[in-house]
């Protein structure tokens, strides 16, 4: 069987989440006898070739329509549906602040996308989506697929929610390598060592865990580079960040190893998670997790992981408090090396491409 992957244009140049779970996906689904062929939505594929197509983000329904009218294939959807409203009420600026404080998701993200036209930063390819808009094109693709991907139950009950989808579905969880990823026991960790690893932007909620952590007796690492966009952001989290917080430029996940080995507590406050693979990553070599309260989490970490309130400081640092007092639940551990890793998650999808193509 062959599958082409068609995803975001920025899929590699603004790396995130849904980079490793294209990237790390493809390479195991291999294992199971499927050829796949990455794409960025811009370039020319030869539709011919493939038995199926396999779409990323449904956020970004105008990189998708585009490929589903010409091709008239078969497709399938991972939709990764993550909500930004929150994130961009609180720290948009000027007049897209007052627009994201007044209107709806899908009217923000639809301005998004032909912000990023105009700007010439992305294309819009599917002149449909022009006037059918965002949340019509969403609904659209969603009724049209074979089968969607979503990351977790909760995330397919949300696609409810808002779109009325009613299309089958199978729960595909985010991974990690677990061969990479060994938790070494002989390692002591640092109990005021507190890490968080992510792209830094408004989202992820870096400015109020600096705000939260800034001249208390934790050592507070950012590992990651800013978000093309969101430079003033940046510049905003390094200049209230006390003598306690370290800026690491973004590293590669081999070099992730000795944070994470050395690290108590890993934390991602964002303002919406579908599960922080990072955080999948950090907890499975030994680190306590504090998560956000927003998004999918709680299907991920269930009552092992220390919930904050992206809005509070004082939530976020009483969560890393307590986090760094505990003891590490092993059984965490045992639950993402049985049922997050990308093997898992390639074996199920495999298992429902050969379904659906017979």
């Not at 819009?124 to 969403?138: A, C, D, E, F, N």
């Not at 409810?160 to 991974?175: D, E, H, M, Q």
């Not at 677990?178 to 408004?202: Q, T």
């Not at 952590?213 to 989290?237: D, F, H, R, V």
């Amino acid at each position: 069987m062959k599958v082409a992957f068609i995803t975001r244009s920025t899929l590699f140049t603004v790396r995130g989440g849904d980079t490793f779970q294209v990237t790390e996906t493809a390479k195991h689904l291999g294992e199971f006898g499927i050829e796949v062929d990455i794409f960025l939505t811009g370039q020319y594929i030869d539709y011919s070739m493939y038995d199926l197509l396999h779409f990323f983000n449904i956020i970004r329904p105008a990189d998708i329509l585009y490929h589903i009218n010409k091709s008239n294939k078969p497709f399938v959807l991972s939709t990764i549906l993550i909500d930004y409203s929150e994130a961009d009420k609180f720290y948009r600026r000027g007049i897209y602040g007052f627009l994201s404080r007044h209107l709806y998701s899908n009217q923000i993200e639809y301005l998004k996308t032909i912000a990023r036209f105009i700007k010439r930063k992305d294309k819009i390819r599917s002149v449909s989506y022009l006037w059918h808009g965002q949340k019509r094109s969403i609904k659209k693709i969603l009724n049209n697929a074979l089968m969607l991907f979503p990351n977790s139950k909760t995330e397919y009950d949300a696609l409810v929610k808002y779109y009325n989808c009613s299309t089958a579905y199978t729960v595909i969880p985010n991974g990690i390598n677990c061969k990479l990823f060994c938790f070494d026991a002989s390692i002591k960790k640092d109990p005021s060592l507190v890490i968080c690893a992510a792209r830094i932007e408004g989202i992820k909620n870096q400015l109020n865990l600096i705000k939260a952590i800034n001249n208390t007796s934790y050592k507070l690492l950012i590992i990651g580079a800013p978000a093309p966009n969101q430079l003033s952001y940046y510049k905003e989290c390094k200049k209230i960040a006390a003598s306690n917080i370290t800026f690491i430029e973004q590293l590669e996940q081999h070099a992730l190893l000795s944070y994470y080995n050395k690290a108590s507590v890993h934390v991602l406050p964002s303002w919406f998670e579908t599960c922080g693979l990072s955080s999948l990553e950090a907890a499975a070599m030994g680190c306590n997790i504090v998560i956000t309260n927003k998004g999918y989490t709680s299907e991920y970490y269930e009552s092992y992981a220390f919930y904050c309130d992206p809005s509070s400081s004082e939530s976020i640092f009483k969560a890393v408090e307590n986090a760094a007092k505990a003891g590490f639940p092993d059984r965490l551990r045992e639950k993402i090396l049985s049922q997050y890793t990308w093997q898992h998650a390639a074996e199920r999808i495999a298992s429902s491409y050969y379904d659906l193509i017979s």
